[in-house]
C-alpha cells in the first residue's frame, strides 16, 4: 500500500497524518518546537513510520502545511534525510481550487485554506469551518468555492491561561465541562465559566454569521483538537471532522499532482 504524508504545522502542535485515497490510516502528534534539529524531526517522522508498519518506500509524497516559518528549514531537511523526498509546501503558487477574496488574501495561513478546501470539495455547498486550534477561526466557504469572510477569536486554552495567569489564587484546570453550570467549588466554577462561555460563544457567532451571510442552511463543520468537546455540547455545529486539514491537505495535492 501506498501512503501521501500530510504534516499540519500550527502554533502549538504538528499533526502527521498517513493518508490513503483522502482518508486517515494514521495520525501522530508532537509539540511544536522552534529548537528542535532536523535529525530530531528526523527521529520522530521515522518513529511515527515505524508505529504504523509503514517503510519510507511506501510513503509516494510528502505535503507540509505549515503557519510556523521558523521550523521549516529543520523539517524540510529532516524530510529530504529520512524519508528521501523534496515535499510539497502549500503557499503562494500552489493550485487550491479555493479562491480567496479577503482584503489581503496572503495574510491567510495554509492551515485555514486545506480546512475550508477539505470542507468545499467533500460537501459540495457553502460552509462554517470552525477549527479550534490556539486561536478558533470561523471560516466561511460560499456554494461557488469563494472563501471570503472569516471570524477570529482566542482558543479556548488561551482564554482558560489568560483566567489563571491574570489572577493571583486562581489555579490552572483542566479543559472540561462540568456537569452543571452551577458550580459548588473554585475549579468547576472555572471550568464551567470557560466551557459553557465558549459554548455560548460558538453559538452567537455561527448564529449571526449566518444572519449576515443570508446563509441559513450553510454546513457548520468543526475541527481541531478541543472542538471535540464543543461540538458533542451544541447544536450549531453539523459534524466533527478531526481529519480535515489532512483530507484538505490530500485534495490540493492531487489537485497539483501533475
Known sequence: MQYLLTMDVGNTHIKMQLMNDAKAYGTFRLTTKTTRTSDEY???????LNTYGVKKEEIIDIVISSVV?????????AV???????PMIIGPGIKTGISVRTDNPREVGSDRIVDVAAAYYTYHRSCIVVDFGTATTYDYVSKDGVFEHTVISPGIQISAHALTSQTAKLPEIEIAKPA???GKNTIHGMQAGVVYGYIGQVEYIIRQMK???????????ATGGLGKIIANETSSIDIYEPDLAGKGISIIYQ????
Open 42 to 48: 528526523g527521529i520522530c517522522i521515522r518513529e511515527f
Open 69 to 77: 516559518p521558523k521550523i521549516m528549514y529543520s523539517l524540510t531537511s
Open 80 to 86: 529530504r534525510k529520512y524519508v528521501g523526498k523534496d
Open 180 to 182: 452543571s453550570i452551577l
Open 211 to 221: 444572519k449576515e451571510l443570508h446563509d441559513e442552511d450553510c454546513l457548520v463543520i
Open 255 to 258: 489537485k497539483n499532482k501533475g
